[in-house]
């Protein structure tokens, strides 16, 4: 308002927006969570989004109701990028109309199979976002453990490091100091300018997204604006699902930042433009993402014993650990089935689970979401089943898988474990 009470003419300043993202399984909604206890985030809204048809991340992120948007009809980067465009319009409706509390910025928090360029382009180059939201910047997080293995094999993940402002290195605490160091040199390859924060060692808090601002490719490689350009003529559309292409190639980093991160982004597609045959199909299956990649969610009514529980996820990370690229859920088990208990990991690795002290929705059943590249649906309801004691035709019980003679070496299990 103005001194004699008139409105003031114009559309209002332009509200900051902030990307995080980085790859799967790297700690985003840890991190949203932290920052979202700040008392100087207080009047921030957060919107995730998520991959599979069975969202949890939501769970995890304390909040005010009104403060918090999911979108889980796939990864932001390709099918729910309408989605995106459309929330941030209805949150500015809502706002201006008074119908919820005035934000002062807007978080979002990508899937990790996400491209972060579209997202970026949704509100760069829309005609009314771009005068109601200004991109702060882009937070990335970077896995230590898995990090380098991540940039090798997912052009994501090196687009998702390109474009940060911020680049934060967690789970250092798990990694060793040649591998932190490496990996260092690689992302500071990839993005010269960004500041390299140690997540374990330095800690973050709400001054992170403070100060920030405003996102620009100044100082970053020729790429980015290349990766941008694209997108915004939709040539970029589609081809950022391939995942049984070739590695990005990490040779010549020394020689420069010029030297065609996008070429390698664009040759670890291989058949760049051949996914458009197939990208209808990915639009209507929410649950994949590419051909080899896709979600799948673990549904269970009955608790669960702790040592079944154990076993399962024992044979599947010791069988199947880099095919894991992300699995989070809630568990209920026998032993203390009104505290349900939070499961994180990521290939490999597996943090120790957490009880909480009570179920934090009306849903109080076991829901696994895993992430999984070139394994099948089928499988893994057939290998739950098999622990939890689902007859099915043809599917082996769980004596037969934990007292297989071929099983991995060392996989063996007490019952009173």
Known sequence: MTADGARPAGPPPPLPLIVITGFLGAGKTTLLNRLLQDPALADTVAIINEFGDVGLDHLFVEAA?????????????????????????DLLRRRDNGRIAPFRRVVIETTGLADPAPVLQAVLRHPYLQMRYALAGVVTLVDAVNGAATLAAHPEAVKQAAVADRLLLTKTDLAAAPAIAALRQELRALNPTARL??????????????????????????????????????SDHGHHHDHDAPRHARRGHGHGHEHGHGRHADDAHGRDHDHHGTHDHHAHDVSRHGADIRTVALVEERAIPRATFEMFTDLLRSAHGPDLLRVKGLVKLAEHPDQPVVIHGVQHVFHPPQTLPAWPDADHRTRIVFIV?????????????????????????????????????????????
């Open 65 to 89: 109701d009104e403060g918090l948007v999911t979108l889980s009809a796939g990864c932001l980067c390709c099918t729910v990028r309408g989605d995106l465009v459309a929330t941030l319009e």
């Open 197 to 234: 924060i140690d997540v374990q060692a330095e800690g973050v808090d709400g001054a992170l997204l403070a100060g920030l601002g405003p996102f620009g490719v100044d100082g970053k490689i020729a790429d980015v604006r290349a990766w941008l350009d694209a997108s915004d003529d939709g």
């Open 373 to 417: 590249r070139g394994m099948s649906e089928d499988f893994l309801q057939r290998m739950w089943g098999a622990f939890t004691g689902k007859p099915a035709v043809d599917a082996p019980d769980r004596a037969a898988l934990t007292d297989n003679p071929l099983a991995p070496a060392g996989f063996r299990f007490s019952g009173g474990r």
